[in-house]
């Protein structure tokens, strides 16, 4: 089974620049469709015309990220006669035979613009002659307006032709607005006479038997602020180029495709890269396509820490140089932006650069500024570079401020989140759709909020500030952040546990009483490490029953609250993302049946959808009860941080944990039955390269062996940590096992 977020779309995408048509590789007729640079609409209407008619599409393809290519034939078959698709339709249109036109179109998008490229061959016996036009209109609405079918902003467009001898073989499209000084350069290539008229660039062409002609047409985005030109775009190129070449590579048994999989995230995370600003910048990915090829704070921040175990934190350094250019520094109350915090989202469609929405640098988002910690503790964990720190040290301490200063509303020593902003969210922790947080009793919670799994976020930086405190010269900073980590632990635990439920609240309300609601924030809370020892057993085991696990993932929230809607962005869906976090938080207490359960219910979900991508949210519906758990409606395929998933369970099912400031990497593999070998091929860990594999013996163990490695590293397997189940004999017997032969 294959299935399709948007059976009726196909879109390809480079940095800022977006091209979406329908399956039949035309514009104009789905109201979302169109090019768009920078979540602005260059071009509406994009259709090619023979003889001004639409050919017929044979076939449609998604060839790459940045590639679309469509194969049409004109005149269609029109009639039909005996014995198969094959017979009749022998009539003529035009003077051209059915059958007779054969056209390949293929469109390349780039960072700045896109050519589509056409072939035309004669398929007939006879000379052919025929009129072939190019349909274009600009409008240059926003993204989200044309989502809406809404213009909040508009103004004219003029047109511009560049003639010569009857020809017009350059067109230029200018958006009159006093504000937004856009333009659209058009270019068509491959000779011949053309003119311009009701819409269309039409010329004519002439084609003897079995001839081809191509033609180029080339569509150039225009922006006055901070445009990209030709070289520009190479040199994004080239970038991305290099960071596709440099990830680690995974290999497996063909009978296990899983290596695919994973290969195809890490590739289409890298074809997310944003590539804006400086060049440091580039790699950070947008959060989601079609709907959201933007700059999402706490998306780009996990799906760069979770992907670190395959690029070796490249991601991760760029996210956070993008971020802490944009970090607040005023208090704002349109944009939520307070001294220190970290934006939720930055866009750079008309309405937003207008000051129509707030969302050009909005900041009303509780996990971003914590995200922001968590994976500077991610990168130096991969990295072991001083220079990391440095260069984000005093952004990280500015977040940790917010979170004392601003964060904390009343002084009760917890995250609250109150949106002061007339458009903002009224929900700012991790689940922040409008209607994401409810009662036992299906009914609707009021902020202010203080979730659980921002208290677990909270935690976490706390942690990692702790130790790179260290790293930095300040022992006492610290042992202060340390003792306060604990501190936050200890209370959590006595406020936010439901004994009866053997589960924790999905928050605290206004009055301070907690949230009833089972939800699968509660899940995080493992990952982040705030969950005490004696309460872990009992939260998992409830974690994976029926209500909450669908058999693809976590649910959102319980089947048996009131508010549950399979098909909900939070009141019961699945996320991968957070499913993949939560695996890795299991294997680190040592729950690894759970955490290889939930690996194998994401690797299932991701051979259902097209090309592996999972959308952003399915389904919640029980696994027994449909051969596929459908999508929120409107789902974005690829999202990013659904893709960085797959990286980090394949670093949970490894128990891998870098220390590179130690030059030291801990293992401690575990295999699942269906997945009985692994080879990592240039895993990066510090200044040093190696290559893994991994095998699943008889007895179900897993065993690794050192297949190459280029520079100091030592290698040991280790229980992790925190692991509930491992004791001192299981940490000698894992020290053995790693200095005997396999």
């Known amino acids: 089974m294959t299935a399709s977020t948007h059976p009726e779309q196909l879109y390809a995408w480079r940095g800022p620049s977006l091209l979406l048509l329908d399956n039949r590789g035309r514009s104009g007729h789905d109201p979302l469709s169109g090019y768009y640079f920078r979540e602005t609409r260059y071009l509406k209407d994009l259709n090619l015309r023979i003889a001004g008619e639409e050919p017929y599409c044979c076939s449609a393809a998604d060839s790459g990220p940045a590639q679309l290519e469509f194969s049409y034939i004109y005149p269609p078959v029109e009639s039909r006669g005996g014995g198969g698709s094959g017979s009749g339709g022998s009539g003529t249109r035009n003077g051209i035979l059915s059958r007779g036109l054969d056209l390949d179109l293929r469109y390349l998008v780039r960072p700045q613009s896109f050519e589509a490229i056409l072939r035309v061959t004669n398929r007939w016996n006879e000379r052919i002659a025929v009129d072939l036009s190019w349909e274009l209109t600009a409008d240059y609405s926003g993204l989200s307006e044309a989502q809406a079918a809404e213009r909040q902003q508009v103004a004219a467009v003029e047109r ?125 990915p947008a959060a989601g396509l079609p709907l959201y090829p933007a700059l999402f704070g706490r998306d780009a921040l996990t799906a760069s820490w979770q992907a670190a175990v395959f690029d070796g934190g490249q991601l991760v350094r760029s996210t956070l140089a993008t971020l802490r250019a944009r970090q607040g520094t005023v208090h704002d109350r349109w944009r939520d932006e307070e001294p220190g915090r970290i934006v939720q989202q930055a866009r750079r469609d008309p309405t937003a650069r207008l000051g129509l929405t707030p969302f050009d640098r909005y900041y009303g988002d509780y996990a971003a500024p914590l995200m922001f910690i968590i994976a500077l503790g991610q990168l130096y964990s991969w990295t072991g570079e001083r220079r990391d720190l440095e260069e984000n040290w005093s952004a990280a301490l500015a977040a940790l401020d917010w979170a004392r200063r601003y964060g904390d509303i009343d002084g009760d020593g917890y995250l609250e989140y109150l949106t002061r902003s007339p458009l903002g969210p009224g929900h700012q922790g991790w689940k922040d759709s409008d209607n994401a947080i409810v009662h036992a009793d299906g009914e609707q919670v009021d902020p202010p909020i203080a979730p659980c799994e921002i208290q677990g976020y909270w935690h976490a930086a706390l942690q990692f500030m702790a130790v790179l405190s260290v790293v930095m010269g300040d022992r006492r900073r610290g042992i202060a952040l340390w003792r306060e980590a604990g501190e936050l632990k200890q209370r959590f635990n006595r406020d936010f546990w439901l004994e009866d439920e053997g589960y924790l609240a999905l928050g605290l309300d206004a009055q301070k009483q907690p949230i009833r609601s089972l939800a699968s924030n509660a899940g995080q809370c493992i990952t982040t490490g705030i969950v005490s020892a004696e309460n872990l057993p009992r939260l998992v085991a409830r974690l994976f029953q029926p209500d909450l696990y669908s058999g693809w993932g976590l649910r959102t929230l319980s089947t048996l609250n009131p508010a549950y809607n399979p098909l909900s962005y939070h009141l019961g869906s699945v996320w991968a993302v957070e499913n993949g976090t939560i695996s890795f938080g299991l294997r680190r207490y040592g729950f690894d049946a759970e955490a290889n359960l939930l690996a194998r219910s994401i690797y299932d979900l991701s051979r259902i959808w097209d090309g592996n991508r999972i959308p952003e949210c399915v389904g919640g519906y029980d696994r027994n009860e449909r051969s596929h758990p459908g999508a929120y409606p409107r789902a974005n395929s690829p999202q990013a941080w659904n893709l960085s998933a797959f990286p980090i369970i394949v670093q949970a099912i490894l128990g891998m944990r870098p220390v590179a400031g130690l030059k030291l990497l801990a293992l401690d593999p575990d295999l699942p039955p269906w997945l009985p070998e692994l080879n990592l091929m240039g895993l990066r860990v510090g200044a040093a390269t190696v290559d893994l594999r991994f095998r699943r013996n008889r007895k179900g163990g897993t065993g690794y062996e050192v297949l190459a490695k280029e520079g100091p590293l030592r290698i040991v397997r280790q229980p992790p940590l925190n692991s509930l189940s491992a004791g001192p004999l299981d940490r000698l017997a894992a020290l053995a096992d790693g200095v005997l032969p396999f």
Do not use: C
């Not at 011949?192 to 985005?221: F, M, N, S």
């Not at 990209?228 to 290999?251: C, F, M, N, P, Y």
């Open 160 to 284: 511009e032709t560049e003639e010569g001898g009857g020809s017009a073989h350059r067109l230029r499209f200018m958006y009159r607005h006093e504000r937004l000084s856009l333009s659209t350069d058009v270019e068509l290539r491959g000779g011949g006479d053309w003119h311009w008229a009701d819409d269309r660039l039409t010329g004519r062409v002439v084609l003897p038997r079995q001839q081809t002609r191509e033609l180029r047409l080339i569509v150039t985005a225009v922006d006055s602020q901070e445009p990209i030109d030709h070289v520009g775009g190479l040199e994004r190129d080239a970038h991305i180029d290099r960071w596709q070449r440099s990830v680690t590579k995974l290999l497996a048994p063909g009978y296990a495709p899983l290596a695919g999989v994973v290969n195809r995230a890490m590739s289409d995370l890298g074809s997310m890269a944003l590539l804006e600003g400086k060049g440091e910048e580039w790699l950070t």
